[in-house]
């Protein structure tokens, strides 16, 4: 299986650097991964601070990766013991095609706990402290109203798959946390969709891209009703959801 074969060759290649643990989130955690569309979500915790030298070798490392089958899709992020406590504080990250620095939010760190995969060492529980339910309530309120809502009104981000995939879905996936008080999956947040009004359209489109072995390719005129679509219903959805929970 060329995910495997990634996960080992990426081990192998991390073991010099003698990580503590390395573990994997989002799809490949929660039942949801799907070989050539999902991401590879990582964190690694490596023994000590993240200087330079750790950002060259993890720099070195992806590059050597890069010609293997689904590379591409594989990030991780590195922490040290002592930077674990801090939600807020950027860490080394290699995403994309290259090095940046990003957080760890709340909603990672709940489903390192929660359903987490543990591909090297020390689990979570053991390393990584507890997100209290209060922090990931506001981080995921903070989220839909500070980044989701601005980013509606950006009318040409949304002839994009992405940001109908990701902003349909991760609208449903904070009601259901807010509501329940718990994660779902990717396709679960899908499942949602339909009750929470979303238009029937979009998620039909949703689903065929997500999971259908071949799917057609969108029409224009059908990106541009899509993001109209998903416009006209997200930004009140998020209001909504902002006015009763935030």
């Not at 507890?130 to 009104?153: C, H, I, N, S, Y």
């Amino acid at each position: 299986m060329p995910t495997d074969a990634l996960l080992d060759r990426f081990l192998r290649g991390l073991a010099p650097l003698r990580p503590r643990a390395v573990w994997a989130h989002g799809s490949l955690a929660g039942g949801d991964y799907q070989e050539g569309r999902s991401d590879l979500d990582l964190v690694a915790v490596l023994p000590g601070p993240v200087g330079p030298r750790q950002a060259w070798r993890v720099a070195v490392l992806h590059q050597g990766l890069r010609a293997a089958p689904l590379a591409g899709g594989l990030h991780c992020t590195y922490l040290a013991p002592a930077t674990l406590d801090d939600p807020a504080r950027s860490h080394l990250t290699w995403a994309h095609g290259a090095l940046m620095r990003r957080p760890v939010t709340p909603v990672t760190r709940r489903e390192l706990h929660d359903f987490g995969r543990v591909l090297h060492g020390e689990p979570p529980d053991g390393l990584l402290p507890p997100v209290p339910e209060r922090r990931l309530r506001a981080f995921v309120v903070r989220d839909q109203r500070d980044f989701w809502r601005p980013a509606v009104d950006e009318g040409r981000l949304w002839r994009r798959d992405i940001w109908v995939d990701l902003g349909l879905l991760t609208f449903a996936r904070a009601t259901v946390t807010l509501r329940d008080g718990r994660l779902t999956s990717k396709r679960e947040a899908l499942a949602e969709l339909p009750g929470l009004g979303a238009p029937p359209e979009v998620v039909a489109d949703i689903a065929r891209r997500r999971y259908d072995e071949h799917p057609a390719p969108p029409t224009g005129d059908w990106l541009a009703r899509r993001a109209e679509l998903t416009r006209g219903y997200l930004g009140p959805a998020i209001d909504a959801l902002v006015a009763a929970y935030g």
